[in-house]
């Protein structure tokens, strides 16, 4: 399947505690968070199509590192403010957020392209402003997918790092059941299937041989996810995506 929308609530990892970390109420203590460069690693250019749209919710302390992250995924940011959930409380009040500078009440999803992408805009009277209330931690409001089926049309669409299945949308995430699977991307410009296997008892999802030098394997276990060095060489299956 190729998509021609791509829909992503990326789990961004925090390097401030205050804004994860060892704070109950940041990103790391409600899922499980990815750095910059994993993101980066994975390779979504073979799951779309030549000429698709990404829709992408990014964060006001890391606006740099989310645009690096939409080029390494080789589309071109159109809109950083595509969309911007107002956001309210469940009184329908206006929210007060945290914020490093000011106190945040929104937040913003960029809309990017690639290829020719912008043909496949259908509806261009789509209000890029929601006012919706909050909900569990980082969720984003339905309206928002709504919106982009709106824009683009009801082309093959994936949503990143989703919670909950809807109906249209194929879904990539540990939360949900039938995600599909997307290769990783490493310096080569090869891509691996991840695949699991057990050692002493630890699952982990194998990546690649990286530059005949190291094993480097993607642990997940516990919901914590990190990069392991493995000091002996492991038999383990890799599948690369020709």
């Known amino acids: 399947m190729k998509y021609k929308l ?3 609530d990326c789990p961004w990892q925090f390097t401030n505690k205050k804004t994860g970390g060892s704070m109950k109420s940041g990103a790391d203590a409600q899922y499980p968070t990815m750095t910059i460069d994993q993101l980066k690693n994975m390779d979504i250019e ?3 199509d030549k000429d698709c749209v990404l829709v ?5 302390s890391m606006t740099q590192e989310a645009i690096d992250l939409v080029n390494a995924w080789g589309f071109t940011i159109k809109n950083m403010n595509g969309f911007v959930w107002n956001k309210l409380t469940k009184l329908h009040k206006p929210f007060f957020g945290m914020g490093f500078y000011t106190r945040a009440g929104s937040e913003s999803a960029i809309i990017a392209t690639k290829g020719e992408g912008a043909k496949l805009i259908q509806d261009h009277s789509v209000r890029a402003v929601g006012s919706y209330p909050v909900a569990a931690h980082s969720a984003k409001p339905h ?20 919670r909950k299945r809807y109906s249209g949308w194929d879904r990539f995430g540990n939360e949900v059941r039938g995600s599909i699977k997307i290769p990783t991307r490493f310096t080569h410009g090869r891509s691996y299937i991840l695949e699991f296997t057990t050692f002493n008892n630890i699952d982990f999802d194998i990546i690649c041989k990286f530059d005949g030098l190291r094993d480097v394997f993607e642990e ?8 392991v060095e493995l000091l002996e060489s492991l038999n383990a299956k890799i599948t690369e995506v020709k």
């Not at 919106?147 to 990143?160: A, I, K, N």
Request: glycine share 10%.
């Open 56 to 60: 992408m919710w990014w964060v006001g």
């Open 6 to 8: 791509i829909y992503a």
């Open 220 to 227: 997940v276990h516990s919901g914590i996810c990190h990069t």
């Open 143 to 162: 309206g928002f997918r709504e919106r982009c089926v709106q824009l683009v049309g009801d082309v093959p669409r994936l949503e990143m790092f989703a």
């Open 46 to 48: 073979s799951i779309t």
